[in-house]
């Protein structure tokens, strides 16, 4: 089914990674910063407090990448664009652009309590952090380069993969060069260090317990337990499979999957796993094309996926079913895509340099009921064509 309850921008910028901002934690901190310096000024020159000023709720979304290294004149950069679901739409300029001159950032995650964003340049990685800006009246937020300088992740190559574990305590790096680094954050405590993970670690994701962590190669899965630092399974590809990416979903307590995106001879499948035995459990062909983008709600409902063709699905997680689509929702190949912490919105980015903000509309429930409509109607019709012909009588009044 088509849908076209999207917006899309473009910001010159052709985008590698994607990320929702978590504003709320980071208003908080940069609040409890200006509540020091305040402090600090009140003991030279009290002033009234602006604490009980009422702010509108903002939401965000943070993206990466570039021109990379030479003079294609196309900039390297973190933007930070507006989100308004009143007008289901982003912002035509963006908030924030933060250009990181000739280093392109490849590859990016965010910290989901406000620490920053990580980036993974050709030869290191990068810290940035939130700071609020003095120059928009509404939108005060700012990126900056943290004073923070990630000692463990420099001229360590190009990474791959970058993620959080959902309550942000542990940073999970994996590399071109198949090494697997795993650190206690923000301390950078070394968990797990394996100089050959893989051939190449194209994806990482940590499952909702933050237990296990699950690095993806071409050929080969691996699910590592955190605690112990060891492989616990390590789940094969098909004859015409190669994995592409990962990411654990929590349908509910009882009953954990992970998912793997896989190109195929036929076009694009999401397997789906066990946790517990971490056997697969089926196999779902969703695209006629190659995937090029991944990504789970945090609701576990929906899948969405992205082609080399520019194409947006929505996937129904209970059965596999394409719930909206967006074709040619860009006209490069997907790179990105990120889901809203309450479900209800998705951003996809791409090498063409847009952003697409897409609104998920929920269709289980309207469209049962549909359904229940059209079958009492048609049993209505069957049963007047029926006393018509004389096959049911007709009731008479006594």
């Given at each position: 089914m088509t849908d076209t309850s999207s917006d899309l921008q473009k910001y010159g910028?052709?985008?590698?990674?994607?990320?929702?901002?978590?504003?709320?934690?980071?208003?908080?901190k940069l609040a409890s910063q200006e509540k020091i310096e305040e402090d600090k000024k009140e003991e030279k020159d009290p002033t009234p407090s602006n604490d009980d000023e009422i702010t509108t709720p903002l939401n965000y979304v943070v993206l990466a990448g570039g021109g990379g290294e030479g003079r294609?004149?196309?900039?390297?950069?973190?933007v930070v664009s507006h989100v308004n679901f009143t007008s289901n739409s982003l912002s035509g300029q963006p908030v924030v652009k933060h250009e990181t001159g000739s280093d392109l950032p490849y590859r990016m995650t965010v910290h989901p309590h406000g620490d920053g964003i990580i980036c993974a340049f050709q030869q290191s990685c990068r810290l940035f952090e939130?700071?609020?800006?003095?120059?928009?009246?509404?939108?005060?937020?700012?990126?900056?380069?943290?004073?923070?300088v990630l000692i463990q992740l420099e001229d360590v190559g190009q990474q791959l993969a970058l993620t959080f574990n959902s309550e942000g305590s542990v940073l999970a790096v994996g590399g071109?060069?198949?090494?697997?680094?795993?650190?206690?954050?923000?301390?950078?405590?070394?968990?797990?260090?394996?100089?050959?993970a893989q051939s190449s670690v194209k994806n990482l994701d940590f499952s909702c317990d933050g237990k296990f962590l699950v690095s993806l190669g071409s050929g080969l899965c691996r699910i590592w337990d955190v605690t112990l630092s060891k492989v616990v399974a390590s789940l094969a590809r098909g004859n015409?499979?190669?994995?592409?990416?990962?990411?654990?979903?929590?349908?509910?307590?009882?009953?954990?999957?992970l998912y793997i995106a896989a190109v195929t001879d036929y076009g694009g499948s999401i397997l789906t796993y066990n946790t517990t035995t971490w056997k697969r459990i089926r196999s779902s062909?969703?695209?006629?094309?190659?995937?090029?983008?991944?990504?789970?709600?945090?609701?576990?409902?929906?899948?969405?996926?992205?082609?080399v063709g520019g194409d947006l699905f929505i996937?129904?997680?209970?059965?596999?079913r394409v719930q909206m689509m967006v074709k040619k929702a860009h006209l490069g190949l997907v790179t990105a895509l990120t889901f809203s912490p309450d479900s209800r919105a998705l951003v996809s980015a791409s090498l063409?340099?847009?952003?697409?903000?897409?609104?998920?509309?929920?269709?289980?429930?309207?469209?049962?009921?549909?359904?229940?409509?059209?079958?009492?109607?048609?049993?209505?019709?069957?049963?007047?064509f029926m006393k018509e012909k004389g096959i049911i009588p007709y009731c008479r009044p006594c």
């Open positions: 910028v052709p985008f590698y990674g994607a990320g929702w901002v978590p504003y709320n934690h980071i208003k908080s294609s004149g196309i900039p390297n950069a973190i939130w700071k609020e800006s003095e120059g928009n009246e509404v939108h005060k937020l700012g990126v900056k380069v943290s004073e923070k071109e060069d198949g090494s697997l680094r795993v650190f206690k954050w923000p301390s950078m405590k070394i968990v797990l260090n394996e100089a050959q015409d499979e190669v994995f592409a990416f990962c990411r654990f979903s929590q349908i509910n307590d009882k009953n954990p999957h062909r969703v695209v006629r094309e190659a995937i090029s983008a991944f990504n789970v709600s945090s609701d576990g409902k929906f899948l969405a996926v992205g082609t996937i129904n997680s209970a059965n596999m063409d340099s847009s952003a697409r903000l897409t609104l998920i509309k929920d269709k289980t429930s309207s469209g049962g009921m549909t359904w229940m409509i059209i079958l009492m109607v048609l049993l209505a019709i069957a049963v007047y």
